[in-house]
């Protein structure tokens, strides 16, 4: 005689088809069967409700499916996952103080469940504890190594200033999964910030090689391209990036500096206008299209757009100083004064700054102010040399310096000079001393000086584009985040 199978409870009857249609995303077939099931049980049906929430948080209504969730908890007091998903929708609603009482309520039922710990780290990372955001989410990774874990504890690591550890945590997570694109893109963008090229390179390398159309990682590769003058090699990379990504504004921005180095600048501005429309707030874009602007001698335009950027980013002593060269050449004397002393007061490594100012003093008669600023930016190019001995400045900035120290004449303290170099500092010094008994001309000495602005600005303050993190989702969804790239004249 065959075994009949048993009977299931009329409560469960129909759970099995439930979970068939919801797996295959046939939810209204599924609704349907849902309401059926909870006629039958007069609303006890535990699955039935749980499964109807998480219809309804897909569909986009969370608080309804908060109110499922809590009457399942009710019925299963005892259940971790129906507390999870009560806190998951707290979550989501922006309630991430609620979220994790009932995270920490989970905890006590399940101790062993990486999710709880990821998704604890999470929500203090929001409310900006960074250190139970970080112990939570180091938990997590005991328990169970996860990619989202490692991304989640580096933005956190981020957050809280700690860049070397948090290259650590991405080494860590590049070791556990190294075909990974985003974390392999994410470690070539922080090597990329430190200045360490050849790290970043290979990072983003091995991110291409696994994902050719990889937008973040061509970007930041073309980005390195640019910051080495191989400008035609960096559009190639952009024309992949912009079949993926037609309507970024990092792109856009980028190709317009592109078109910048290589002269073009009419394609400069029509690219940076793109950009400046995908994205009307970034002052970055702002910044560039004054740079393009005063290179073109159009300093009305150079004016509106810096006074833009300024807006945006005021406490940016380079702005204020290209708005000073604007308002020099618009015979705004007074005001540009008040902007290079703005320049002045807000930066604190960039000699440009200085450079410029003590030009701009200069051809107005003040030649103790002048002496003051030069001898200043000779104070902050000694503290960048200590700093970095291998770094190698604009030729156009020591040019100008140099023409500028001898119209001082203060040629027996230029720090320009280097030993392993001589053929090129003697030919520098030939030139100043030929221009030593004129007056340095406004238009040329600032133009030059402007112009060195922007090659010199991506050694020195490559930190102004700190990584910024956006849609961090928990641990359900998939973390996206967004890199700003530096473009090479920025």
């Given at each position: 005689?065959?075994?009949?199978?048993p009977?299931?409870?009329?409560v469960?009857?129909?759970n099995?088809l439930?979970h068939q249609?919801?797996?295959?995303?046939d939810?209204d077939?599924?609704?349907?069967i849902?309401?059926e099931?909870l006629?039958e049980?007069?609303?006890?049906?535990?699955?039935?409700i749980?499964?109807?929430?998480l219809?309804?948080?897909?569909?986009g209504q969370?608080?309804?499916?908060?109110?499922?969730?809590?009457?399942?908890?009710i019925?299963?007091p005892?259940?971790?996952?129906?507390?999870?998903?009560?806190?998951r929708s707290?979550?989501?609603?922006g309630k991430h103080?609620?979220?994790?009482e009932?995270?920490?309520e989970a905890?006590?039922?399940?101790d062993?469940?990486w999710?709880?710990s990821h998704?604890l780290?999470?929500?203090?990372f929001f409310?900006?504890?960074?250190k139970h955001?970080?112990?939570?989410?180091?938990?997590a990774l005991?328990?169970?190594?996860?990619d989202?874990s490692?991304?989640?504890l580096?933005?956190?690591?981020l957050q809280?200033g700690?860049?070397?550890?948090a290259?650590?945590?991405?080494?860590?997570a590049?070791?556990?999964s190294?075909e990974?694109?985003?974390l392999?893109?994410?470690l070539?963008?922080?090597?990329?910030?430190?200045?360490?090229f050849?790290?970043a390179f290979?990072?983003l390398?091995?991110?291409l090689t696994?994902?050719?159309?990889?937008y973040?990682?061509?970007l930041?590769a073309g980005s390195m391209?640019?910051t080495?003058?191989?400008f035609?090699?960096?559009?190639n990379?952009?024309r992949v990036a912009?079949?993926?990504v037609?309507e970024?504004p990092?792109?856009?921005?980028?190709i317009?500096?592109?078109?910048?180095?290589k002269?073009?600048y009419?394609?400069?501005?029509?690219?940076?206008k793109?950009?400046?429309?995908?994205s009307?707030f970034d002052?970055?874009?702002?910044?560039?299209l004054?740079?393009?602007?005063?290179?073109m001698?159009?300093?009305?335009?150079a004016?509106?757009?810096l006074?833009?950027?300024i807006?945006?980013?005021?406490r940016?002593?380079?702005?204020?100083?290209?708005?000073a060269v604007?308002?020099?050449n618009?015979?705004?004397?007074?005001n540009?004064t008040?902007?290079?002393?703005?320049?002045?007061t807000?930066?604190?490594?960039?000699?440009?700054v200085?450079?410029?100012?003590?030009?701009?003093l200069?051809n107005h008669?003040?030649?103790k102010?002048a002496?003051?600023?030069?001898?200043?930016?000779?104070?902050k190019?000694?503290?960048?040399?200590d700093?970095s001995?291998s770094?190698?400045?604009?030729?156009?900035?020591i040019?100008m310096?140099q023409?500028?120290?001898?119209?001082?004449?203060?040629?027996d303290?230029?720090?320009w000079?280097?030993?392993?170099?001589?053929?090129?500092?003697k030919?520098?010094a030939?030139?100043?001393s030929?221009?030593?008994?004129?007056a340095?001309?406004?238009?040329?000495a600032l133009?030059?000086a402007?112009?060195s602005?922007a090659s010199?600005?991506k050694n020195?303050?490559?930190?102004?584009?700190?990584?910024?993190c956006?849609d961090?989702?928990?641990?359900?969804s998939?973390?996206?985040?967004?890199?700003p790239i530096?473009?090479s004249?920025?």
């Amino acid at each position: 005689m065959r075994a009949r199978s048993p009977d299931l409870p009329i409560v469960e009857r129909r759970n099995w088809l439930i979970h068939q249609h919801y797996i295959r995303k046939d939810y209204d077939t599924c609704k349907t069967i849902i309401k059926e099931q909870l006629q039958e049980t007069n609303g006890m049906c535990e699955y039935a409700i749980y499964v109807q929430a998480l219809i309804l948080r897909l569909e986009g209504q969370i608080q309804q499916s908060l109110e499922l969730f809590q009457s399942c908890a009710i019925l299963n007091p005892g259940s971790a996952d129906n507390l999870k998903q009560v806190a998951r929708s707290l979550f989501l609603l922006g309630k991430h103080k609620a979220a994790i009482e009932f995270y920490h309520e989970a905890a006590k039922l399940n101790d062993k469940d990486w999710e709880i710990s990821h998704n604890l780290g999470v929500c203090y990372f929001f409310i900006k504890d960074l250190k139970h955001a970080e112990e939570h989410l180091n938990s997590a990774l005991q328990l169970n190594k996860h990619d989202r874990s490692f991304m989640m504890l580096g933005k956190v690591l981020l957050q809280a200033g700690e860049t070397d550890k948090a290259i650590d945590v991405y080494k860590r997570a590049v070791e556990f999964s190294p075909e990974n694109t985003e974390l392999l893109t994410t470690l070539g963008l922080l090597y990329l910030q430190l200045g360490r090229f050849q790290k970043a390179f290979e990072h983003l390398g091995n991110a291409l090689t696994f994902d050719p159309s990889n937008y973040k990682a061509i970007l930041a590769a073309g980005s390195m391209m640019q910051t080495h003058g191989d400008f035609d090699v960096a559009m190639n990379k952009y024309r992949v990036a912009a079949s993926v990504v037609p309507e970024s504004p990092p792109l856009w921005n980028n190709i317009g500096m592109c078109f910048f180095g290589k002269k073009k600048y009419v394609a400069a501005i029509s690219c940076l206008k793109r950009a400046h429309y995908l994205s009307p707030f970034d002052w970055k874009v702002l910044y560039n299209l004054g740079l393009v602007h005063l290179t073109m001698q159009q300093y009305a335009s150079a004016f509106h757009f810096l006074s833009a950027a300024i807006n945006l980013h005021p406490r940016m002593g380079e702005l204020y100083m290209l708005l000073a060269v604007a308002l020099t050449n618009l015979e705004d004397q007074e005001n540009a004064t008040r902007a290079y002393e703005q320049a002045v007061t807000l930066d604190q490594s960039n000699p440009l700054v200085n450079l410029n100012f003590a030009i701009f003093l200069y051809n107005h008669g003040d030649k103790k102010g002048a002496l003051e600023q030069y001898q200043e930016m000779e104070r902050k190019v000694n503290v960048i040399r200590d700093g970095s001995a291998s770094l190698e400045f604009d030729p156009e900035l020591i040019d100008m310096a140099q023409k500028m120290g001898a119209a001082l004449q203060v040629t027996d303290t230029l720090v320009w000079t280097k030993p392993s170099k001589d053929s090129k500092s003697k030919g520098g010094a030939g030139s100043a001393s030929q221009t030593s008994g004129a007056a340095l001309g406004t238009n040329q000495a600032l133009g030059q000086a402007m112009s060195s602005a922007a090659s010199y600005n991506k050694n020195i303050t490559m930190q102004a584009g700190s990584l910024v993190c956006r849609d961090v989702t928990i641990h359900s969804s998939p973390d996206s985040i967004r890199f700003p790239i530096l473009c090479s004249q920025f």
